[in-house]
């Protein structure tokens, strides 16, 4: 199966990695020659310009940012006129709209709009990942006038990614993302907005509660504005209920004591939506074991217990390290397939490795 | 040193875990007796009806909830006549002026009120960790009348524990965990509170955005009803500010078209704010140079990688890697401070490294 994707940021390069892993000949376009050469050389598929077979895709991806994907769905359903298109935008509603405008009826049962519901707060091809969609939600915006070989090309790439496919009415879809996806990163960077002035000596006592709900506080303004502009009846209606909880709080901590059932009661609902969000699905569906250990702040440390890590000869698929300036200590997180956990507990502790947490007691391994 | 804890839940625990491990004689005092056994049980001290020397403890713990901490206090100052007593209660200035009211102007000089800023949205001993304070902020809020040996006390017990101890006015710590902690909570329980009545397909699109934004709306209603409720004015202070900018939000999606400038504003504003949010062990925002690595996929490249990093004699700040199966490459993002950055790209080039964002050509370094 021949795929060609238009647009190699984030997700147009992690689809074209994920496809290329599972023997789909992809091939890439971008108006940026870098972007487009980046996401070559990371693996995600051949220039367009290079690949003998791009002419005749089957499938057409634009992957482009939303407010030119209307104008390219159009352009590729007349460059290309066997394939199918489709694209990845995270409103469709408006999409949908915009393309029913621009392209001819008959080439619009070729268009099949989809909503891929990965990402990363993190953005362009060097962001990319081949498991972005493992086990994600991938939604397809068919209707009854989708000719069905079609719609079954587009499910077929979408589960070669890994991702789950959900079928949902273009409607349905975007009052969904404003709930889930639209709202939270509006009120993430409202959150974030009030630290811009906040002294030193108080961000300093931030913890991992701000720095969870202000995570994608860090995500793109440009793309960010196209997405909201795109949504905005929907994300209005949710802002406005949640404008009016948050009246009520703000009007029981000027009251003070006796009304602090509203304040309950806020918290209380917020434990009612959280309980209703799934389990992870962001998640890689293999479990990592993650062995924490304690790493003197000296040069050289860390190469030597990557030279100890690599003569256990374990493969680390994931490590992190934080260290913070005046503290003795930092603290390294290093992921390993379960199965090695042990091996690798036992090996750094007999080369002296402080690993604190550790199931193994030091004196049993002697 | 004998130090007695009162209340057992995730904070007192905790500090038992951590501070047994240090060789202080830790007793546990709470009104469950099953909450206080189990964190016996857990390693965190002797109970203490149990304990031989829990009379004359050197420094008591209150770490009861916050409603009934100001009573706690005073009762502890009165039964233990030599102790220091102190607390870990997340809001300062309210429970000062309560202790002020119950105690005795001779027995406020053993009264030194702390903020350790560690928790996790789990309560109870059962969610005890003895790491919990490894390198987290530990606010104390002495004055000038602090005697000098019992505040010595204070600073080697909260070191003890491993976390980095800031001396603070109790207002100023107010207005602080205010911004960092308070308003987040509020805000994260109103996202999620939008999530109650949403259908099953739309929560099935939930993401790691939503996920990270609303982990602490699983938070406990009684415990944060008094937080909020104690720390009331510097809440609704941030809270006014930040409901005058979702009204711009929502002004801007109801025109529509236009008025996309004050969306962008609002999402370059959190961008702002993220920015000063210090690195996770309390780091100050000092901004280090990221450099990006592409790193083959096989086994002992990191080894040679990190020996390479050593051999250049380059601290390393903190180091990330980003390994997806199927990949052919992995992405390592290694931090130094900005004026090692050239020093660390050249070397890494010269050995043959990949370094897709340099702004160094290799060509230029042969």
């Known amino acids: 199966m021949r795929i060609h994707i238009i647009g190699t940021g984030l997700l147009g390069a992690s689809l074209g990695l994920a496809l290329s892993a599972q023997k789909y000949q992809v091939s890439l376009e971008d108006t940026s020659p870098t972007a487009q050469q980046l996401a070559a050389d990371l693996g995600a598929g051949t220039v ?111 589960e070669a990614t890994g991702s789950s496919v959900i079928h949902l009415d273009p409607r349905i879809h975007d009052a969904a993302v404003a709930k889930v996806s639209h709202v939270p990163q509006v009120i993430a960077s409202l959150v974030a907005s009030q630290l811009r002035h906040a002294p030193l000596e108080e961000v300093a006592l931030a913890g991992q509660g701000l720095r969870d709900v202000t995570r994608i506080a860090a995500s793109d303004p440009r793309l960010w504005t196209q997405i909201l502009a795109g949504n905005s009846e929907e994300i209005r209606s949710v802002l406005l209920d949640l404008r009016t909880e948050l009246d009520e709080v703000i009007t029981a901590l000027e009251l003070g004591p006796g009304s602090t059932g509203a304040l309950a009661r806020a918290i209380a609902l917020g434990n009612e939506g959280h309980e209703r969000i799934p389990g992870k699905h962001g998640q890689a569906p293999t479990k990592y074991a993650v062995v924490t250990i304690l790493v003197p702040d000296t040069p050289g440390t860390l190469a030597t217990l990557f030279k100890d890590i690599g003569d256990l000869n374990i493969n680390v698929e994931d490590f992190r390290m934080d260290h913070a300036p005046g503290q003795k200590l930092g603290i390294v997180d290093v992921s390993v397939v379960p199965a090695t956990q042990q091996e690798l507990e036992i090996g750094l502790l007999s080369k002296g490795w402080q690993i604190p947490e550790s199931a193994i007691e030091k004196e049993g391994i002697a």
Chains 1, 2 share one sequence.
Request: aromatic fraction near 4%; glycine fraction near 4%; include cysteine.
């Open 48 to 158: 367009a310009s290079e690949a003998p077979d791009a002419e005749d895709p089957q499938i057409v991806v634009i992957a482009t940012p939303p407010d030119v994907a209307a104008h390219t769905i159009a352009t590729a359903l007349a460059t290309y006129p066997n394939a199918t298109v489709t694209d990845v935008a995270s409103v469709k509603t408006s999409l949908l709209e915009s393309v029913r405008e621009l392209v001819e009826r008959s080439d619009l049962d070729r268009y099949i709009g989809c909503h891929p519901m990965a990402g990363r707060e993190k953005s362009g091809a060097i962001a990319a990942r081949s498991d972005l969609f493992t086990a994600r939600p991938w939604v397809i915006c068919s209707d009854e006038d989708t000719p069905q070989d079609r719609l079954g090309e587009i499910v077929a790439m979408a």
